[in-house]
């Protein structure tokens, strides 16, 4: 079947712009994560959703960022106002259950000039 | 909070060689461990994992041990081929997220 799905593959966008990057999750995985990755580093949390409820945010780095999942299924991650230092890969993951392996998307690459 | 240490990259072997890559993590009660890798061009993808103490898991000829005594889940391969030359991250992890290493480089010369 198919895999976790992430569009864009590449954004580029100008400093002070708003984003946003979709995350089409495993057919019935209950699970979905968002993770920052920079340049030679691991994955980074962002946050969390068990179906369409956010349980977890703790690692979003500021206020300028934001995700939704209002159905259980699709997920976007938005940054508004975007800064230099939020160039990164965005990943998104899904899982049925807690006890699952994360299934990792090939992720967004956003270039913030 | 929870935090992983992984050996620094990187790892540069000839075919064939004996591979390790250190792993030890600290963590609040007793997570499932796993250990993902990166080729070049693609996504992270599951490479094993193990859910309580003293077990094993392998794939593709790669082992990790979960030692709980040390807080360790070092990956092996005895004999390492060209292609599993990619970027290997140790992830321990509860029931609402992974938390994962720097990532180790690994390149394989023929």
């Known amino acids: 079947g198919a895999g976790v799905s992430q569009s864009p593959r590449y954004k580029v966008a100008k400093r002070g712009q708003d984003v946003a990057l979709r995350c089409d999750p495993i057919?019935?995985?209950?699970?979905l994560f968002w993770y920052q990755q920079a340049l030679g580093q691991g994955p980074e949390f962002l946050t969390y959703?068990?179906?369409?409820?956010?349980?977890?945010k703790s690692g979003l780095p500021s206020d300028r960022f934001f995700a939704e999942r209002p159905e259980g299924s699709v997920s976007t991650l938005k940054i508004q106002r975007t800064q230099q230092e939020d160039s990164a890969v965005y990943l998104c993951?899904?899982?049925?259950?807690?006890?699952?392996?994360?299934?990792f998307g090939n992720g967004t690459r956003l270039t913030v000039t | 909070g929870d935090s992983v240490t992984q050996m620094e990259g990187p790892v540069t072997l000839s075919e064939e060689a004996f591979l390790t890559i250190n792993c030890t993590y600290t963590?609040?009660?007793?997570?499932?461990l796993f250990w993902y890798v990166q080729y070049p061009g693609e996504g992270l993808q599951l490479l094993l994992k193990?859910?309580?103490?003293?077990d094993k898991g392998s794939n593709k000829g790669f082992e990790a041990t979960y030692r709980k005594e040390t807080t360790s889940f070092h990956l092996e391969k005895g004999s390492v081929q060209v292609s599993d030359s990619a970027v290997y991250f140790c992830?321990?992890?509860?029931?609402?997220?992974?938390?994962f290493g720097a990532g180790t480089r690994l390149a394989v010369h023929p």
């Open positions: 963590a609040t009660g007793y997570p499932s």
């Open positions: 993951a899904s899982r049925t259950d807690d006890n699952s392996p994360l299934h």
């Open positions: 057919s019935g995985h209950v699970s």
């Open positions: 959703f068990q179906n369409e409820a956010q349980l977890d």
């Open positions: 992830a321990p992890g509860g029931y609402n997220k992974l938390i």
């Open positions: 193990a859910t309580k103490a003293d």
